[in-house]
């Protein structure tokens, strides 16, 4: 995996790289994760999508260029990772969900004690945890690391797709797609309902 990789097919729609990003690797800190299942987002468009609402400090770098890494908190607590994808000025990225650790096991065993090797990085806060991502890889370049992506060179199949996790807003789009038969792929939850207040 020497040199920079060449990423520019993430310029383009979302729904047509998310699934080309399965089977990828993205490595960082000793470890490598090939990619079994991600998530979609259309950003402006998408209900679903930190971007719906528009550009803020905290989401500008979903507005491109592509090949950027893109990283939040969830729970205040847990980072996700996203590829960003589409031409500047559009906002959209591909949520990396799950994966297999193909590279630096141990590594990553240390960093997630207790887990199943199934369970490394299955699910999108324990694959950022597995690769040692964090806030401040925000912004990376993928092309060019600290956090590296490494696209796969040959069709990856068979590829299934679904809704996608925990969103009670257009969660119904089948924006969710995973590499099928594959142990490291997250379990599907919808959102919990929101519990409403008694009046009074």
Same mark, same amino acid.
């Given at each position: 995996m020497a040199g920079?990789?060449?990423?520019s097919s993430l310029a383009g729609d979302v729904l047509d790289v998310a699934p080309r990003l399965l089977g990828a690797h993205v490595s960082h800190a000793g470890v490598?994760?090939?990619l079994t299942e $991600?998530?979609?987002?259309?950003g402006e468009s998408d209900p679903g999508s930190h971007a719906f609402r528009g550009r803020t400090d905290r989401n500008a770098v979903m507005f491109g260029p592509a090949g950027f890494l893109y990283a939040y908190l969830i729970y205040g607590m847990h980072v996700c990772a996203n590829v960003v994808t589409g031409t500047p000025g559009t906002a959209s990225a591909v949520l990396l969900r799950a994966g297999? $650790?193909?590279?630096?096991?141990? $590594?990553?065993r240390a960093r997630r004690p207790g887990a199943s090797d199934r369970d490394l990085a299955r699910g999108p806060a324990r694959l950022c945890r597995a690769l040692?991502?964090?806030?401040e890889h925000g912004g990376a370049d993928l092309a060019r690391g600290p956090v590296r992506l490494h696209l796969a060179t040959e069709p990856v199949g068979p590829?299934?797709?679904?809704?996608?996790?925990?969103?009670?807003?257009?969660?119904e789009h089948p924006?969710?797609?995973?590499?099928a038969g594959e142990a490291t792929v997250s379990a599907y939850r919808p959102a919990a309902p929101l519990r409403r207040r008694p009046r009074g």
């Open positions: 920079s990789p060449d990423l490598t994760v090939r $991600v998530e979609a987002y259309a297999e $650790v193909v590279e630096g096991l141990d $590594v990553a040692a991502i964090g806030l590829v299934a797709t679904g809704p996608r996790v925990g969103l009670r807003q257009a969660a924006w969710r797609y995973w590499l």
